[in-house]
């Protein structure tokens, strides 16, 4: 609660009968000028502060903010409310149930341990795709979910009752971002609060972190909100604000509209590949112009959800009448959207395209020049023109397929003409025969197709592209099309209001003759949870090598990310998904190759199956309407019988089990003392791994399915859990002996201390020999020795994981030194310990001459004890004849909070102790 008003801002707002108070940003000159977003976050600063650790200052310099000057005020933002996902929330949850037992080993009140903003957990990580391409799929997926996660989910229970402000939505509900935006978010929060001996009900933007990084998906409703890691969204839960520096903010202009045949998809793949071109890394992306009113809610918050692709911290669109549009129509009250509309036309956010307000950068798009896209085959920001697609993949075909070499010049161009696609066909391709159990035969071949999967918090809350979906089943089966046989299908709607509009518009019928069955609400193929291929294909692709592909409407494409038997992956619109579906193939050219033909045997393209914009905007306004939400939302928090029926654990303090193999109390507290030892030197360190450009957290962070010979498989094993019960890491991420040993094992990670090797995998300096990254750190923690990561550009780039930092620090790694970090990941390190530094500008491990054999000492880290965080650091690296690399590396520590976290050991070790001492 505020305890200083030194601008005078506070006041009232009526709207109709009812007074709130509100914090005027017209009190202080030189708001006005602001963007929206940093208008956010002055509200924001205004109605906190407290004169200690924010104070008016901090207001000035958003007053005073210089839009062309690099970030370098450190300002203190805190959210209004927590989202969670189950991946990432269960371990949020095991931390506080851990914290509650520590504040009482030092003294303090467990019930402390409390969320002091609302929280909200959707679970929606879990299900997986065991079963598809028929009519129970739903059910029975669910039914395997629940007994997977059993434990998971008595845990979840347990914390919705002992902790206050605490909410979980159940199984089967929806994806964590479009419940969000259909029913969580506020846009304008109310809240009762104190203020002057009475109580008043008081009004601010609504605002969030969440701990998934497509949180900003609610971007496109006007919340300011973006991903963090599971630490400082549990830091944020227990009244911790966000340390920040105040961002430069990129204009983005839209003009024009959206041609026919083109969809969201298509404008937000265009967006993402000119946002990472340009560079928007820690920037905030704010859209406006004449073309914004243009761009309906869906699509916005379809490119609000891609801002981690194009690396931006949020990218947002202002509030307007579209916005109190989508409002009314997922069943906000009239009261609320009053209230909206009110609040953001007093405070000057309201979006007039005649005003353009000041930016640190600006860009432009015409949404006119717009065209069919996909995105791989590994990366969201390698766009292709689907009339060069076919082109492209032969272009790349041969980095996952090296017995196929194309040597023909035009592989090389940057675009490519369908008339000049390069021609790999004129020498042998080999293809492998496969015989399904119901005795049916077929051939597979790289660029197979075997994964066409309608997923994802992107594209599935959109419902024009869903709608075009659906409508290009229906004239597909009308035409006599069919799915090939080797391609697994699915359908993982983002909320159960996709299913009411698919049955509203009698579109169910056709996706399902296609395969597209109901799978799951969840993220499903997007995260890894596509489940396994067919055993057949299975085991044809992995006994070949096949380089077969899958096409996803998600927003991930990473490496080893969809499933481990597939090695190129392509991001789709929904209805581009399902024409690769009937292609059953990447190497296709759509124009002028025909899908099939039809009973007069004349060709079907996808031009003749493909809904024009009229067909799909009389769908939607034909079969979507606001009592399918509010029908839907009613009780969201109840669940199923299923929920219900749970065995609910009780009291204050879980009782853990220690036999359970998915809840586990962590380790980060013990021995921990009232106040923080002094921060030491590193010294005599060695690398565990040297790693390249473009490191991203999936190849850090434990994800998709465990290997029964892995480490993790191996603990499992040990542990009495049948290999079919495995499940996934990330329903593990309880449990940190699992997750410890599933940290840097994806299995397309290339440890450069090896070579030519694949996977979790380093050179054991000790013995001379390779080992797994997990047995090399256990012997490296039983020598006492401590270790570094040596890295390239972007290093933790991709999803906001906890567990990227979690199990980096418990391997026992100090430093990890790179060229650059990207942003939630560095600062995640610093939340565990860890100490991110860079090699001097222009400098990296192959220009210094490491090659990760040396020991590495690093001197002036002790300064942090009673200190700011130095700007650099020393690094003497010392190669085994004795010859030494020396260097000044850059500290990233950004801001004094981050120091005070690094400080303490980490950024929960500073909230306890903060909670303990006052």
């Known amino acids: 609660m505020s305890t200083v008003d030194s601008f005078s801002a506070k006041s009232t707002l009526r709207v109709g009968e009812t007074d709130y108070e509100i914090y005027r940003l017209g009190a202080v000159p030189g708001l006005e000028r602001l963007p929206y977003s940093l208008k956010v976050l002055a509200e924001n600063l205004l109605r906190t502060e407290d004169g200690a650790n924010i104070t008016s200052d901090h207001v000035r310099a958003l007053a005073d903010w210089d839009p062309s000057a690099q970030p370098s005020t450190e300002i203190q933002f805190t959210p209004a409310r927590v989202v969670m996902q189950d991946f990432t929330g269960v371990p949020c949850v095991v931390d506080l149930a851990t914290m509650r037992e520590a504040v009482a080993d030092l003294g303090g009140d467990p019930a402390s341990i409390n969320p002091l903003s609302p929280a909200e957990l959707v679970i929606d990580h879990s299900v997986q795709i065991d079963v598809f391409g028929r009519s129970d799929a739903f059910e029975r997926n669910v039914a395997i979910e629940y007994e997977r996660n059993h434990e998971r989910y008595q845990f979840l229970r347990w914390g919705q009752t002992a902790f206050d402000d605490f909410k979980v939505v159940p199984p089967g509900t929806g994806i964590v971002h479009q419940v969000n935006i259909e029913y969580l978010a506020r846009t304008v929060m109310t809240r009762e609060v104190e203020s002057g001996g009475q109580k008043v009900l008081r009004a601010y933007p609504d605002t969030c972190v969440g701990t998934d990084s497509h949180t900003t998906m609610v971007n496109g409703l006007g919340v300011l909100g973006w991903g963090v890691g599971g630490i400082e969204a549990e830091a944020a839960m227990l009244g911790q604000p966000v340390s920040m520096l105040i961002p430069r903010v990129v204009g983005f202009k839209l003009n024009g509209q959206i041609p026919a045949g083109v969809t969201a998809t298509d404008v937000v793949l265009t967006i993402t590949e000119m946002l990472r071109e340009h560079g928007v890394v820690g920037k905030f992306v704010e859209f406006y112009g004449d073309g914004v009113a243009a761009v309906p809610l869906a699509n916005r918050a379809t490119i609000g959800n891609m801002s981690p692709e194009f690396g931006s911290t949020a990218a947002i669109f202002p509030i307007d009448d579209v916005t109190l549009?989508?409002?009314?129509?997922?069943?906000?009250?009239?009261?609320?959207?009053?209230?909206?509309?009110?609040?953001?036309?007093?405070?000057?956010?309201?979006?007039?395209?005649?005003?353009?307000?000041?930016?640190?950068?600006?860009?432009?798009?015409?949404?006119?020049?717009?065209?069919?896209?996909?995105?791989?085959?590994?990366?969201?920001?390698?766009?292709?023109?689907?009339?060069?697609?076919?082109?492209?993949?032969?272009?790349?075909?041969?980095?996952?397929?090296?017995?196929?070499?194309?040597?023909?010049?035009?592989?090389?161009?940057?675009?490519?003409?369908?008339?000049?696609?390069?021609?790999?066909?004129?020498?042998?391709?080999?293809?492998?025969?496969?015989?399904?159990?119901?005795?049916?035969?077929?051939?597979?071949?790289?660029?197979?197709?075997?994964?066409?999967s309608i997923t994802s918090c992107t594209n599935t809350s959109n419902p024009s592209v869903m709608l075009a979906a659906g409508l290009l089943a229906k004239k597909a089966v009308d035409a006599g099309l069919t799915v090939k046989p080797w391609v697994k299908t699915s359908m993982a709607p983002g909320s159960q209001v996709v299913t009411n509009y698919y049955d509203k518009a009698g579109l169910w019928p056709y996706l399902e003759k296609l395969g597209y069955h109901l799978?799951?609400?969840?993220?499903?193929?997007?995260?890894?949870?596509?489940?396994?291929?067919?055993?057949?294909?299975?085991?044809?692709?992995?006994?070949?090598?096949?380089?077969?592909?899958?096409?996803?409407?998600?927003?991930?494409?990473?490496?080893?990310?969809?499933?481990?038997?597939?090695?190129?992956?392509?991001?789709?619109?929904?209805?581009?998904?399902?024409?690769?579906?009937?292609?059953?193939?990447?190497?296709?050219?759509?124009?002028?190759?025909?899908?099939?033909?039809?009973?007069?045997?004349?060709?079907?393209?996808?031009?003749?199956?493909?809904?024009?914009?009229?067909?799909?905007?009389?769908t939607i306004d034909s079969s979507i309407n606001r009592e399918m939400f509010t029908a839907d939302y009613a009780d969201v928090f109840s669940g199923d019988e299923q929920w219900r029926s749970l065995d609910t654990p009780e009291g204050d303090t879980f009782a853990w089990d220690a036999e359970s193999t998915y809840v586990r109390k962590p380790p980060y507290f013990e021995g921990m003392t009232a106040e923080p030892a002094p921060v030491e030197d590193i010294a005599g360190a060695r690398v565990l791994a040297k790693l390249g450009d473009s490191v991203t957290t999936d190849h850090i962070s434990p994800a998709g399915s465990i290997k029964p010979d892995s480490p993790a498989g191996t603990y499992l094993a040990e542990n009495g859990v049948a290999r079919k019960d495995f499940n996934s890491y990330g329903s593990r991420r309880g449990n940190h002996e699992v997750m410890i040993r599933g940290t840097f094992a994806n299995i397309r990670l290339r440890n450069e201390l090896l070579d030519g090797v694949e996977g979790g995998f380093t050179l054991n300096h000790l013995t001379g020999e390779q080992s797994t990254i997990y047995d090399a750190a256990q012997a490296y923690a039983e020598a006492d020795i401590p270790l570094v990561i040596l890295g390239g550009k972007e290093y933790g780039s991709g999803s906001s994981r906890d567990w990227a930092a979690k199990g980096t620090a418990l391997l026992g790694v100090k430093a990890v030194i790179t060229e650059s970090f990207e942003r939630i990941h560095r600062s995640n390190l610093i939340g565990m310990g860890v100490l991110p530094l860079q090699f001097p500008a222009g400098e990296s491990a192959e220009s210094l001459g490491l090659d990760g054999t040396e020991t590495f000492d690093i001197s002036g880290v002790s300064a942090i004890t009673d200190g700011?965080?130095?700007?650099?650091?020393?690094?003497?690296?010392?190669?085994?004849?004795?010859?030494?690399?020396?260097?000044?590396?850059?500290?990233?520590?950004?801001?004094?909070?981050?120091?005070?976290?690094?400080?303490?050991?980490g950024i929960l070790q500073y909230v306890l102790r903060s909670l303990v001492n006052g």
């Not at 965080?869 to 690094?875: F, G, I, K, Q």
């Open 325 to 452: 549009d989508y409002l009314r129509l997922t069943g906000r009250s009239d009261d609320e959207v009053a209230l909206v509309e009110a609040y953001a036309k007093e405070q000057g956010m309201w979006h007039d395209p005649a005003t353009e307000p000041v930016f640190s950068e600006y860009l432009e798009l015409d949404l006119g020049t717009v065209v069919p896209s996909i995105a791989g085959p590994k990366r969201p920001q390698d766009r292709i023109a689907i009339s060069h697609a076919k082109a492209a993949f032969q272009r790349d075909l041969p980095a996952y397929a090296p017995e196929v070499r194309n040597g023909v010049d035009e592989a090389e161009k940057e675009s490519f003409p369908a008339s000049d696609s390069p021609a790999i066909g004129n020498q042998a391709r080999k293809t492998v025969p496969v015989t399904t159990p119901d005795g049916a035969a077929y051939e597979l071949f790289h660029g197979a197709v075997a994964i066409a």
């Open 519 to 618: 799978v799951g609400y969840g993220c499903t193929t997007c995260i890894g949870n596509s489940g396994p291929l067919d055993p057949e294909v299975s085991e044809a692709v992995n006994a070949h090598d096949l380089a077969v592909v899958s096409v996803l409407s998600g927003n991930r494409n990473f490496e080893g990310r969809i499933n481990p038997d597939i090695k190129m992956n392509y991001l789709a619109s929904p209805p581009l998904v399902i024409a690769y579906a009937l292609a059953g193939t990447m190497e296709f050219d759509f124009a002028h190759e025909p899908l099939g033909h039809g009973e007069d045997g004349k060709p079907v393209f996808l031009a003749d199956i493909w809904p024009s914009p009229e067909e799909v905007q009389s």
């Open 868 to 905: 700011p965080a130095p700007s650099s650091v020393h690094v003497t690296a010392t190669k085994s004849e004795g010859v030494t690399v020396e260097f000044d590396a850059v500290v990233r520590i950004d801001t004094p909070g981050e120091a005070d976290y690094y400080r303490n050991g």
